[in-house]
């Protein structure tokens, strides 16, 4: 299994992933116990169970919870998967929740909380898992949360096209706040294009233009491939039309936007260790729907 590993992790071009962990899930949580993480496989303490649905927590609990089992996975990030309908503040236990519990222990444990909103759950409930849709979200919940809470840092990933270009104002608007990703039904070349070619107008290289969101480990092969051979012709359009504009363009340019792009922009959000090889691009934020 380490030769295997070894072999994906290095045609996909990664040295490392994060993966999705929910300390609720009765089948994950004791592993936490008895094994020792292999130190290539990063956490990310996952949230839906907690915040989507019904538990018995109390935010204090829910607070003690989170510190408890972030520290133990050494998370670099706090993650949710959330709907198109997702408002805050809100009358609800999730809005409870996020103010009193998931957002304080971020802002303790100094990791991001990873929001990708936009999931419209079962709209074909006979494909079971496959029946999930998206939508367009509002995101002046993104606005509120990063204006009330700006000791904390957010990723942030929206499932509808509509909402790209709302992202990329409010992340000129807060520096607390780096779009991720092209998620989900977006995953595709012509929308990661088209994504990214927006991204880097508005916010020059200041967000992470992908993450894998494999299901399983393979997948990091096949989408790292497509994500660079997507991105290159964005990168080069961009510095060719900066050449054409009398604004020289030298290795070292194209080396350091590259670099911030694939690995510094996360690692510098996250405590993920700078330690990484800084040669090889690609250190791969996996989260599943």
Request: some cysteine; hydrophobic content about 40%; proline content about 7%.
């Amino acid at each position: 299994m380490p030769d295997h590993i070894a072999r994906v992790f290095r045609l996909a071009g990664i040295e490392s992933v994060v993966m999705t962990n929910d300390p609720l899930d009765p089948e994950e949580s004791p592993l936490w116990e008895a094994v020792t993480p292999d130190p290539r496989f990063h956490a990310a303490l996952r949230l839906d169970r907690l915040l989507n649905q019904e538990t018995t927590f109390t935010p204090a609990e829910a607070r003690r919870f989170l510190e408890t089992w972030a520290t133990r996975m050494r998370a670099v990030y706090m993650a949710v998967s959330l709907p198109d309908s997702f408002q805050f503040p809100a009358d609800d236990r999730r809005s409870q929740l996020l103010k009193e519990a998931v957002l304080p222990a971020c802002g303790d444990l100094d990791i991001p909380l990873a929001l990708m909103i936009g999931v419209r759950r079962q709209v074909n409930p006979a494909l079971r898992l496959a029946g999930d849709a998206a939508g367009r979200a509002d995101l002046r919940s993104i606005e509120t949360l990063c204006r009330e809470f700006p000791g904390n840092r957010f990723l942030v990933s929206v499932l509808s096209r509509e909402n790209q270009h709302e992202l990329c104002v409010y992340a000129r608007k807060f520096a607390s706040l780096m779009p991720f990703g092209c998620w989900w039904f977006l995953n595709n070349p012509s929308m990661v294009e088209e994504i990214t070619r927006e991204r880097l107008e508005m916010l020059g290289t200041t967000f992470i233009p992908q993450h894998s969101d494999a299901r399983i480990l393979e997948q990091v092969i096949y989408k790292w491939r497509n994500t660079r051979r997507t991105l290159a012709p964005v990168l080069a359009k961009s510095y060719r039309l900066l050449a054409e504009d009398g604004r020289a363009v030298t290795h070292a340019d194209i080396e350091r936007d590259v670099r911030r792009l694939f690995r510094t922009n996360f690692q510098q959000w996250t405590p993920l260790s700078s330690g990484l090889n800084p040669s090889r691009t690609g250190c791969s934020p996996a989260s599943p729907a």
